[in-house]
Structure formats: C-alpha cells, structure tokens
C-alpha cells in the first residue's frame, strides 16, 4: 500500500492532541472536586461500571481517529484486475522449419490450429492484431474484434526464408502505437528518465516461434525497445528436438520462394515435400525468448506439441489481460474510521447513562374520604 499525500499524515497528531486535553480536563476537576465527608456513600449511589467499559470506547474513538488520518493521506494499493481494453498482439513464426513434421501434421498446420482456437475463444470481446514473420516481418491484420478477418488470415499463412524475431516485436510495437497514444513508435526515441518502472500497459505482445534470430534486430534489442514502453511481451517455444523431415503442402509455401518444391527440386517432389528425405534438428534459442520475456515483465513457455501449444494459448487470456493497477482506498478508509468513532460514541453514551431512583408516590384517595 501506498499513500497519494502522504504529508497529510500530519492529521493522525489531533490523537495525542486529544489526549493531552483529556488529561488537563480531567486535572482540573481534580482540582475544583468538593470535599465531601463520605466518600463511600457517593460510590454507592453511582451506577457501577467496569474498566473495561470505560476504556473500550476511548479506543475504538481512538483507532476510529488514526484511520480517518490515514484517509486523508489518500491510501492506495496495487492491485490485479481484468482488463477487457487490452489488445493482444499474436507475432507468429512463418519461417521454412514451420514445415517441420515433429508436430504432426507439420509445426505451421498445428500453429495455424492452435492461434483459430485462440481467436474463437476471445469471441470478438477483445482486440488481436496479427504479425507474420520470416526472414522480415509484417502487420497482416490490425488490432481488431473481427474474428473472421482474423481466421482468414491466420488459414493464409505461407513460409518462407529466416527468422526475424526482433522485428516481428518491433512490428508489434508499431501496431499496438497506432491504437495506444500512450505507446510511442519504434521510430521514437523513449528518453529514460525513470517513468519505466511504472505499470504496464494493458496492450501485449506474444511471440510464437519454432527457431531463432537469423535476421533483422537482435531480440534484445526490441525487447529493450519494448521495456521501454511499458509493453510486455510472452513468448512461446513451439517443437521438439527430434529430427524430422519438413514437409509442407504447396499452399502453405510462398511462391516463388526457395521452398518452391517442383521435380528435382530441393523438397524431392511435386508441390513441396520432404527436404531431401534428410531430418531436421530444432534449433531454438530458449535463452533469448526467456530473457526476452523476463525483461519486459512477460513469461516464456515450451510447448512440444498442439495440445500443449493449445492450452498455452488457452491460458494466455489470464496472464495478459490481468493487470496490476493502483486503487484508491481512501472512501473505505473513511467508511472504517467512520463507523469506529460513531461505535465509540455510541458505547460511550450508553455506559454512562444513569438510573434516577424510583420516586414513592402518595396513596390514592379513598372513596368518600379525605386526605390526611
């Protein structure tokens, strides 16, 4: 917890304050009490009343004072809520070793599976952008609730040469500027003036790759661009380490790309096929997507196979669209403090409440009579 104006805790000092004046009260009616001679009759006729009774109001007045100090201070705590505004950028690996068939039927088909699922599960209730990367990266759909676009898009993925995961992160940043007036551009320089270790924005990046950085920027360097702007960014491992021959159906292949099968092509048949009947091993940088994610506040995750990446994305809505934000706590300070002091007085009041004793009253006439 965290206060707003902290100077204002000088209000909690009317507490000793009020103490000190209690005691001089109570001092000078020691000071003006009559001297009586039975001092044991006056007891007697008071009502009697515990200690603890009398101490029990001065407290809780006491405690009722101190929160309503601390309201005034403007008390605030951190803490995590939904965020239905954030949009959700989804950068995913296009690069040839999709065609890889460790994941059956090969790594892109199981992708391209796994991101429809994540689409249709959102139901159009929140922004996803989609960014393509190879040997270079793209903006393929804007942030947007359409799911159909979406759909379409991600069933028109094709693969080509390289791996450029720096600059599918700063494709992604780029993206998420054009709707977030909070989020600088890469073209930008973000001055490092502390303002970073704020909170995050609600928009987020995530990063599905099969392999590592061919080409392009370093990924830490677009990782450091995305700290900078307060972006978070997952990333997702996606294979195995068994090798594997890669096959692809020619409309999963860029035309005129060198995974272009044909008759005595490198991928041995028509159409796209297998490279050469030879395996392929993963070669994926763990510790790059890791420290990549570590750095801008994201987390990283393995995923070997579909079902494993299906429920990766599937649990991806609780871990990016959660955010960490400051609320004021100041009205329910005051509600506290409040109803602490009116309990006090209330006590108070009803503790001390005396009981006159019963007055006799004359007999009633009688009939026909008179009074003596």
């Known amino acids: 917890m965290s206060l707003h104006w902290p100077w204002a805790l000088v209000a909690l000092l009317a507490f000793p304050l009020l103490l000190a004046v209690r005691w001089w009260t109570r001092r000078r009616r020691r000071r003006a009490a009559v001297q009586l001679p039975s001092v044991a009759l006056i007891r007697a006729a008071l009502p009697g009343r515990t200690s603890w009774k009398r101490r029990i109001p001065l407290w809780l007045f006491a405690a009722g004072l101190l929160v309503t100090g601390t309201a005034a201070a403007r008390p605030e705590a951190s803490v995590v809520v939904p965020d239905s505004a954030a949009t959700i950028i989804l950068a995913m690996d296009v690069s040839g070793s999709m065609c890889s068939t460790d994941v059956a039927p090969n790594r892109l088909t199981a992708a391209q599976k ?32 359409d ?32 709707i977030n007036p909070d989020v600088a551009p890469t073209g930008v320089e973000v001055p490092d003036d502390g303002t970073a270790t704020g909170e995050y924005e609600p928009d987020t990046i995530v990063v599905l790759t099969d392999g ?37 159906s020619s409309d999963q292949i860029s035309g005129g790309s060198q995974f272009r099968g044909g008759p005595g092509g490198p991928f041995g048949g028509p ?35 579909a079902e494993s990446l299906g429920d ?50 004359p007999p009633a006439p009688r009939q026909g009579g008179t009074v003596p």
Not at 127 to 139: C, E, Q
Not at 220 to 233: G, K
Not at 324 to 352: C, D, I, M, P, Y
Request: glycine residues 12%.
């Open 271 to 305: 159409g796209g096929g297998q490279f050469g009947g030879r395996g392929r091993f993963q070669d994926m940088d763990e510790g790059t997507l890791t420290k990549v994610a570590e750095t801008t506040g994201g987390k990283y995750f393995k995923a070997e196979d």
């Open 212 to 248: 590592r950085n061919t080409d392009g920027v370093d990924p830490m360097t677009a990782a450091a661009a995305a700290e900078a702007r307060r972006l978070r960014v997952y990333t997702i491992g996606f294979g195995t380490e068994t090798p594997s021959p890669m096959v692809c």
């Open 114 to 145: 796994a991101a429809r699922e994540f689409i249709k599960d959102h139901d159009g209730n929140q922004k996803i952008g989609l960014v393509a990367f190879s040997g270079i990266a793209g903006l393929i759909v804007p942030p947007t609730t």
């Open 312 to 361: 990766v994305l599937r649990d991806l809505p609780s871990q990016v669209t959660l955010q960490r934000r400051k609320t004021e706590l100041t009205s329910w300070f005051a509600l506290v403090g409040a109803a602490l002091v009116l309990v006090a007085v209330g006590l108070s009041q009803w503790w001390n409440r005396t009981r006159l004793p019963a007055v006799a009253r």
């Open 147 to 178: 799911s159909r676009q979406l759909l379409e898009a991600i069933d028109g993925l094709r693969t080509s040469r390289g791996t450029a995961i720096g600059l599918a992160i700063l494709a992604s940043i780029d993206a998420i500027a054009e």
